[in-house]
Structure formats: C-alpha cells, structure tokens
C-alpha cells in the first residue's frame, strides 16, 4: 500500500480550544501510520490539556515555549518549520487565526508556520458567533487565499450552548486532507481517474429493490488511493453506507441506468475508469410507483438487461473491470477481459474465506491482455489498491 504518510515530519499545533482533546487523536492517527509528528502547544492550550498528554503519544518533545533552556536546538522552532512536511493547526481558534492573517509571530507555532514553507492545514474550532463574525470570515478567507487549506468547521452543538458552525473537523476528515495534500505531486498527478463503487439497487416499486451485497469498500479504497498518489478523482457510488473521502469528487446513484449516465459524463478527458461497482446486469421491466400489495402465493417479475457500462467507455480511456467470480475465476475473468475488450481486470473467488463482499480483505488476480495472471495473496482492500493502481500506472506509462 502507498502509505503517504509514513516517514513524513508533520507539525501539530494546538491552540486553546475545548476541542484540544480531539488533537490527541489525530497526533495518535498520524503516529500509526507512522509519521514523525512534533507537536507545539500555545500557552492557552495547556490550560485545557497537558505537554504530557502528547509527548506519551508521539514519543517526542513537546514545545510550548521560545526558551526551553533543556533543549538542544534553541532556534527548534525554526528547524522544525523547515525540515516539515506539512504543518497542521487543530483547533485552530479565532484568536491564532487572527495572529496567522497579520503575520504575528510572537509563541512557537506562528513562528514555525511563518517560518516554513511547508502546505499548511487549518482546522477551525470556536464558538458560533465568533466564527461567524465578519473579521474572522475576513481572516479565514485571507488564509485560503495565501494558499492555507482549510478545513471545517463543522455545525452542531457548541461549548457554550448554542448550535452552529464552529465544532472541529471529524479525524478522519483532517487525516483525508493531510493524504490529499502530501499525496498532490504522486505518481498520478495530472491523471483524472475515475471510480465506481458499490452495488446498483433496481427499483421494482416505492419500497422494494433488487440489489447484491457489495459494500462498495474496494472502489472507495481504489478512489482514496489514487487520491493519495495526486490523481483527480472522480468516484461514482451506489453505496449508502460508507461516507464520502475527502479530497475526491463524489456522485451518489442508485440503479445502473443513474450509474452509466454518470460514468459516461465523468470519463470525458478522463484518462482511467476503474470500475469497481457491482452493476445489476437486470432491471424491472417496469417500476410501480406505489407499493406492490400481495395478493397471491407466487409473484413473477419481468426483468430486462440493463446497459454494459464499460463496452461503451471510449477506448482511449483505460479501462478496468472487476470480476467476481464463484467458480473457474481466471478462465471466466479472461473471457470477459476479451468480451469487454477491456485493458485489466481484477478478478476475486468470493467463495474464498475473506474475499467475499463486505470484508475488509481481498485475494484478486489482476489480469491484462497478452499478460500472466498476477496473483496476490489476501490483502487488506488498501494494498489491493495500491497493487492495482501500480499496474493502472505501468501500462499507462507504457500506452503513453
């Protein structure tokens, strides 16, 4: 799996919010996926959580002051800003955004970030009517556009009462924008990739549907994959389940008609489609607008055969399918690989143990024309994607 953030020195700053508590969590995130992530912590933040708090968690020093006589860099500050590769502030409150948007640099973390050219994430937190107070909309929109990312707030329920805008992104939103950041200058940048997921539901009236079990978790970890390797990334879902990865553009659908229509809209200039989606091969005939009543011991339902997305791609974008298949796997997956004159095919048995719909484990066999099958052992569903995308990105580079 292309882990983008291992081995990557991120700064975590931390001003004084009630919502401090939640940056523990994203220093522990960061910490797992093996990044080396230095925390500076304002004064006012200490009053809500501790140094201690995170030096337990990143096994480093915590700065919290200019003059740290035990230190053995004294200008630390200065050299953490440099050798960073990203910079995040969560909480970042009205107060440290202020000092951001007028170049003060009086405490570690505004010295840091004025220092360093490293990207920058801000991840506002305060209360409602402080963020909605022009000077601090003023102020996060000069940061955007000095090139700053933002990221939140989101709306719910505040500290001090109220509900509105001010509550601190979610972890995984903020670890998503870390990703798409570190990740823009990848092996796929300039690339528009685009990736379907989940399975079609096929309306037979106001409340019932025909569908499969996928769960669409293979096509979201292809879509946040490539993201994490500087593609644009389009992901088109029928899945309900899971929730939208940040960094990629996303289009919700239903049946394989709303699914083929977005596909074909998506891959124009697009230079991949992987589709990862378990499309209903069949339809209703006809659909009833109110609910069906049962009115007899046997129902029998008229099916007609819904389009083949992928036979109608242009064959200048490079197209991949998915095969998922409970008998003869690599005979039926090259005959379809052939029928559909695609460029790859993935093929699962999902009658094997951890490679059938809703886990979180595949074993595939990636196969492409005039090729060997290469067969992979049972995976997490990341590094699956990450082995798919680098044969995607060896065959490009080869068409290319």
């Known amino acids: ?18 919502a401090c508590y939640k940056s523990v969590d994203i220093a522990s995130k960061l ?12 004064k006012s933040s200490t009053e809500f959580i501790t140094p201690l708090t995170f030096r337990s968690i990143t096994h480093r020093p915590v700065i919290t002051d200019f003059f740290d006589i035990e230190s053995n860099d004294p200008l630390q500050h200065i050299s953490i800003g440099n050798n960073a590769d990203l910079i995040v502030v969560a909480p970042a409150t009205a107060n440290i955004i202020a000092k951001l948007a007028m170049g003060l640099s009086d405490d570690p973390l505004t010295t840091t970030i004025l220092a360093s050219k490293a990207p920058v994430i801000i ?18 929109a000069k940061l955007s556009k000095r090139g700053f990312i933002i990221v939140g707030p989101l709306k719910g329920h505040l500290a001090s009462g109220i509900t509105g805008y001010g509550r601190l ?9 870390i990703r798409a950041t570190l990740g823009k200058n990848g092996d796929l940048a300039g690339k528009k990739i685009v990736v379907s997921a989940g399975g079609t539901q ?19 970890a292809i879509a946040e994959e490539s993201r994490d390797r ?56 006809s659909y009833l607008k109110e609910k069906l009543k049962k009115s007899a011991e046997k129902l029998t339902l008229s099916l007609v055969l819904n389009p083949d997305i992928l036979k109608n791609i242009d064959k200048k974008v490079f197209r991949v399918g998915f095969a998922a298949e409970s008998q003869n796997l690599i005979r039926n997956a090259q005959e379809k690989l052939k029928g559909k004159d695609l460029d790859l095919i993935v093929a699962n048995d999902i009658t094997s143990e951890g490679s059938g719909f809703g886990s979180d484990t595949n074993q595939v066999v990636i196969i492409g024309k005039n ?18 995308l680098d044969q995607v990105f060896a065959n490009i580079k080869k068409r290319k």
């Open 1 to 18: 799996m292309t882990n983008i953030l291992n081995n990557k020195r991120i700064v975590l700053g931390v001003s004084g919010s009630i």
């Open 31 to 42: 910490m797992q996926s093996g990044s080396l992530v230095d925390v500076l912590l304002t």
């Open 123 to 140: 991840a506002p937190a305060m209360d409602g009517h402080m963020y909605e107070q022009p000077v601090t909309t003023e102020n996060i």
């Open 169 to 177: 992104a979610d972890t995984s939103s903020i670890i998503g924008h």
């Open 202 to 220: 096929e309306p037979i009236d106001l409340v019932r549907v025909i569908t499969n079990r996928s769960s669409g978790k293979m096509g979201y």
């Open 230 to 285: 500087g593609s644009n990334t389009i992901l088109i879902t029928a899945s309900n389940q899971l929730s939208d990865p940040v960094g990629i553009d996303v289009i919700h659908v239903e049946s394989a008609i709303e699914m083929d229509k977005a596909v074909q809209e998506s891959c124009r200039k697009a230079d991949v489609l992987i589709m990862a989606a378990a499309v209903a091969d069949y339809r209703p005939a």
């Open 371 to 388: 090729a060997e099958p290469i067969k992979l052992p049972l995976l997490s569903k990341q590094e699956v994607a990450s082995k798919v």
